[in-house]
Every structure is written in C-alpha cells, then in structure tokens.
C-alpha cells in the first residue's frame, strides 16, 4: 500500500545509506575549530566570551532586543514564567498538543496547565478556542483573569510554535492582553520562523527557543530567552546566575537562583551553527517543496504553512486519514529503514496531567491519531558536510 510513497521518500535523501533519521544534526570542520577554540581559551564554562557574543549574533538574527542564553528551552521557559510570577495556585493555558516541556515548565512553578484545543491550519493554541473557555468559564475581577470553579487566577498563556509553524499569535496576543494574562512564547522549534516578516518569540514580552540535538541549529543542549525590555532581560541574567550578587570576592545572593547560564562551551559551538542557519532554512524549504510534490501524487495530505507565514520547516509533516492508516505507514517505513514519528502524546492524558483543566480537543485528539513527522535533516540534497 505504501511501497510508492516509501520509495520517494527514500529518494529525496539518496546519498544517506543505512538507515534515514527524523532529523540529525550535521557538523563541519569550522564547528570542531570553533569547540577547540573555546577549550583552548580555558573558558568553557557560564563565562566567556562566546556566550556574549552568540547573544548578540542569535539578537541579530531574531530582531530581538535583549538575548539570555541557558543551558535548554525548558528551562527557558521555566525562567520566562518567573518573570512573570507564576507560582502555585495559577492556571497557565497552552495547548494539550505540544512536547511534555512545555507543561512541566509549568509545573515546576506550582502553577497547573490549562489544557485547550489547537487550530487545523497552524497546528498552534487557538485563539478562538482561548476566547471561547474564557468567556464561558472566567471572569475578570481587579484586572485579573479568575477561573470561576476552581477560584484560581488566570496567570499566563503559553503558545507553541508547532514543528516550526507560527500559530495565529496576533489575535492571542490581543485576547491575553484583554483578559489582563500574560504571553510567553514557546518558540522552541521555530528558530528562523517569521509571521509577516517577524520572528517567532518576538512577539510576547518573553519567547524561549532551544538548541537542543534535533533542531534546526544544534550546541548538544542549550536555549535562549528572547526579551523585549531591559528589567525583565536584568532579572533573568540574575536569576539564571543563581541570584548571586556582584562582588569582587564574596558568595552572596538575594533569591533562589538557578544554574540556568548556558556554558561557553555549549555557546561556541551555538555561534558556528547559527552561520549555518540561512543554508539549513535554504534546505528544509527544499526539502519540503519536494515532500509537496511527491504528495500531490498521493490521497495524503502534507501539512502546509499559512499563507502569512515563512516556517523553518523543522520537521515535515502527513495527516493520514485514520490512526489503522498511520500506523500501518508507521510500520511500513520503519521496516524499510525509515525513522518516522507519530505525533506526541495528549499533555492531558499524561497521568501527571490528567486532573487538568480542558476542554474538548477534538481538532488536537484528531491531529494526534492521523499525523507523522516525516524525515527532515538539514543536509539531505548533496552539501558538502566538509
């Protein structure tokens, strides 16, 4: 039943032998000199210069005006609810569609996610599905969001940028700013993703990216938080540094900290990859516009990005038309050598989240059972890794 559509999968990375991955990293020669350098200078770990510098080069690309750089984007994400003083007895709304990251960021705060549906055209939180669990179960009183039945304030909002596709984050950013909640982004897969000309992150007060081995630009581990003004990037700094005080020499600190600062090392090889980022961005939309063509051969759908979007195309994506048809596909390509994904698990049928706040999700339940994440390396068509 596949055997077409496996074999042109096969063909669009004709030079990878063995078997196909869902997406490696690649490295070059100016990636080991960057990594060498870095140990040869001694400072490799929270200090040194290559960690100001990709700041300011990942602010460049971005367009945001202030970077923090830490050890991965959860712990991005983590940092980005304290700036905005989640703690216990909040409720975060985000979508049940999305890695586990996002809600247990969360949870670390002692706040408990909010679980509402996703739109069919972004695969994002959706806006319409915010305003209408808003209206129907909150309130606003003293300029505070309330969930009428659990008497909890409605803190803060977190949209994912889903496999790299930019939700509808202008009418959310409206809907929050209307209920007095606070706009974090999750852009932890949509580095190099622009809505209407703007990057992903950037259009919160706080967005988090991540580095880690799968994306689009990889240090191992690492993140960044993109922020839009000067105290909020101060505290982060200070909080990421495990709160400590300046001092020539002493240990003194006013909070709890967190050792979040991303390591030099980690930042060196960050710098070198993201030189890479217009070629990876230059391959992917190739990548895509090929899986386009060998779809329109098929009854299957590609999903494809909104028409005022400019993805990463972090990883491709086919919705097939009942979860016995992606799974037979699932098994298929594994069996012919090809690492293909389903979906990722409802966040609220996760049995740490199953006491959560929902609603319907019928557009995420439907998504997760008919969609698969399709090999989607940087380096499929021919560069020259040396």
Partial sequence: MFDELVNGIRSLFRETTGTIPLHAPWFDRDDEE?????VSSTFVSSVGADITAFEQELSEVTGSPHVVAVVNGTAALHVALLLNDVGPGDLVITQAFTFIATCNAIAYTGAEPVFLDIDA???????????RWLDHEC???GG??????TGKRVKACIPMHTFGHVMHIGALRSICAEWGIALIEDAAEALGSLRDGQHAGTFAPVGALSFNGNKIITCGGGGALLIREDEPARAA???TTQAKLPHPWA???DRIGYNYRMPALNAALARSQLRKLPHNLAVKRALHNSYHALFAQTPWRLFTAASDTAPNHWLNAVLFHDRSERDAFLKSATERGIQVRPAWGIGADQPMYTHAVTDGLHVSRDVQHRLVNLPSSAHPLGHDRN
């Fill in 34 to 38: 960057a990594v060498a350098a870095c």
């Fill in 121 to 131: 055209e972004t695969l994002g939180l959706s806006p319409i599905a915010v305003q």
């Fill in 139 to 141: 309130d606003v009183k």
């Fill in 237 to 239: 700094r200070h909080l």
């Fill in 144 to 149: 505070i969001a309330m969930h009428r039945v």
């Fill in 251 to 253: 240990f003194e600190h």
